[in-house]
């Protein structure tokens, strides 16, 4: 009889484990859960910890809580500017409603299948009126907000949430890329020789004026220069007649001894002349030249007697 008794008490106590068991679940800090009643969903658990459900009636599904990546392949798309581009995106999204994913998707497999084409589709949407260089532009980072609104728009049925979508890699196709490649050449080129012509016209114009100014700055200093040399001048003059005042008689016989250095300096210069011509006039003069003692009567400029002197000069021709 105890031993029945201690066998049935056994019994209970299993059973209670097993329904303790059944009614208890965790759920963790990085997922939430669903309740379901037969199918149904009760209630949606999100904070974490442990909870209670009646065993065997009630299951739980966990979902993730985190932010999930999807690395969609690689589609090619036509851009605003016609040109073709081999996109290659990734996807981040976090699931903000279990009820509303279970009933829509189901599981994340099924629903990955309903987000590749969502995405792509939003891709097409805003690249489609976008040109290259706007996507290869900073302007880049708009665009992709852009594709990730559109995607929420599409997914929000799902109870899911498009942190972010963005290009990992923007290729041109391999038929157009050569192509491509010679038209961005040409343009640069084009452009090339448009600043080089620029730059060509901005140096000529400053030639031009630097020549200008030159001009202009040794126009004044000729300028100056033939006004310093003309008072110069005129203080030459000034003072050589000044001193040509001081004595008329002494300054024309030093003149003429200039005159006779000049022309007879090499001693081979004939001169044909008359005798009494004004060049020869200290020639032959009297002891006193206008009052100036000179040479003596009959001598030339060295003292010389004129008959000796006339010896020593050369035949005139």
Known sequence: MNQRL????????????????GSVYTVHQSRQALILQFGNPVRVVQEPGLGFKVPFIQQVEFFEKRVLDYDAPSVELILGDQKRLVVDAFTRYRIVDPLRFRQAAGNEALFRQRLEPTVFAALRSVLGETSLIDVLSKDRAVLMNRIRDEANKALGRFGVEIVDVRIKRAD????????????????????????????????????????????????????????????????????????????????????????YRQALADGNTSIVMSPESDFFRFFGSPGLVDGTPGRPAGSDLAGRPAAAAAAEAPAPR
């Open 172 to 259: 041109l196709p391999v038929e157009n890329s050569q192509a491509i490649f010679r038209r961005m050449q040409t343009e640069r080129e084009r452009e090339a020789k448009e600043l080089r012509a620029q730059g060509a016209e901005i140096a000529q114009r400053i030639r031009a004026r630097a020549d200008r100014e030159r001009r202009v700055l040794i126009a004044e200093a000729q300028k100056r220069a033939e006004i310093l040399r003309g008072e110069g001048d005129a203080e030459a003059i000034r003072i050589f007649a000044e001193a040509f005042g001081q004595d008329v008689e002494f300054f024309k016989f030093f003149r003429t001894m200039q005159a």
């Open 6 to 21: 201690l066998m049935a008490g056994a019994a209970v106590v299993a059973l209670a484990v097993v329904l303790l068991i």
